[in-house]
């Protein structure tokens, strides 16, 4: 299987490096050509709007919501949350999604740069220890379809926001698995998502 991390901004490198300790020898993406070539894709973190503009001036921003809406197993983290997100409750000006999870999502919903923070996350289907949530200017789920599984929520003043969420073959997180150097994200993505 070929897996793509799209390399137009953000940390695109840790993704492919997260890639590399599961034994997949993922590839940088950014044009058509190689877009139209990948199995499954990496929608890393970053500036959401940015990614979006950017896709769209590199002519990617159709096929790339054709292909998730195709099937494509796709991941996206952070930014990448955003991106595959069916709505945005708050969007910059022109910002657009590729869809691919009917849900609606909260942009900076945890605060700004300066109050990123840490927190360990039980995720469903993911045995073992708590994983560690790195969450920078990160969103959540405002709301979601039946068909959306929520796989790991966090409370905030009371109230369950749900940060990691899968449906059909497109997962996402609202943190950063690939800056903390456990791959199980990376390992359920391509093992329940990418095998389906």
Same mark, same amino acid.
């Given at each position: ?42 929608? %890393? ?5 940015? +990614? &979006? $503009? ?7 921003? @159709? ?9 494509? %197993? ?11 997100? $069916?709505?945005?409750? @708050? %969007?910059? &000006? ?25 927190? @360990?996350?039980?995720? $469903?289907?993911? &045995? ?7 969450? +920078?200017?990160? %969103? ?9 599984? +929520? ?8 109230? &369950? ?34 095998? $389906?």
């Amino acid at each position: 299987m070929k897996v793509g991390v799209l390399a137009l901004q953000g940390d695109f490198r840790e993704h492919l490096f997260a890639l590399g300790e599961c034994g997949v020898t993922g590839e940088l993406v950014k044009s058509a050509e190689e877009i139209s070539k990948i199995d499954a894709l990496i929608i %890393p973190g970053g500036e959401s709007t940015t +990614i &979006s $503009k950017l896709a769209k001036s590199f002519g990617l921003f @159709d096929l790339i919501t054709k292909r998730i809406a195709d099937g494509m %197993p796709t991941y996206g983290s952070c930014a990448g949350m955003i991106l595959v997100a $069916k709505s945005i409750l @708050d %969007p910059a &000006s022109g910002q657009e999604t590729f869809g691919g999870i009917d849900m609606q999502v909260r942009r900076n919903a945890f605060g700004r740069q300066t109050e990123s923070f840490e927190v @360990d996350l039980e995720f $469903k289907g993911i &045995s073992g220890a708590p994983l560690r949530g790195v969450f +920078i200017r990160a %969103p959540w789920v405002e709301s979601s379809a039946p068909g959306v599984e +929520i796989l790991a929520s966090m409370q905030v003043a009371g109230v &369950s926001h749900p940060v990691a969420v899968s449906q059909g073959r497109v997962l996402a997180t609202s943190f950063h698995p690939e800056l903390t150097g456990d791959n199980r994200v990376h390992r359920y993505f391509l093992e329940e998502l990418c095998k $389906k």
